[in-house]
Nanobody
């Protein structure tokens, strides 16, 4: 199982970025995919996740209304569209995969850095 997160970068407050999580070597459309982030000196937190079919989504309160998660199972890719970015969104963003019938995020990508300047 491989997950490759990309799309991070430096953006000004109020700007937008779109993160991508490209998956390979597993049956992508059987897995829920989640985005997590870890800011310097802070614990990792869940940001958003999407069910295997894409029919269910979850957002942390801190990003609700600003971030949108989606998936394209034909491309084995999950996206996180981040709008109205704030300096407190600065973190390394990771994607993870949850196998069917499991409650743990078993597979993790390497992370992509998002920096939001004020």
């Amino acid at each position: 199982v491989q997950l490759q997160a990309s799309g991070g970068g430096l953006v000004q407050a109020g700007g937008s970025l779109r993160l991508s999580c490209a998956a390979s070597d597993f049956t992508f459309d059987d897995y829920a995919i989640g985005w997590f982030r870890q800011a310097p000196g802070k614990v990792r937190e869940g940001v958003s996740c999407i069910s295997s079919s894409g029919g269910s989504t979850y957002y942390a309160d801190s990003v609700k209304g600003r971030f949108t998660i989606s998936r394209d199972n034909a491309k084995n890719t999950v996206y996180l569209q981040m709008n109205s970015l704030k300096p407190e969104d600065t973190a390394i963003y990771y994607c993870a995969a949850q196998p069917p019938a499991m409650t743990v995020w078993r597979y993790w990508g390497q992370g992509t850095l998002v920096t939001v300047s004020s």
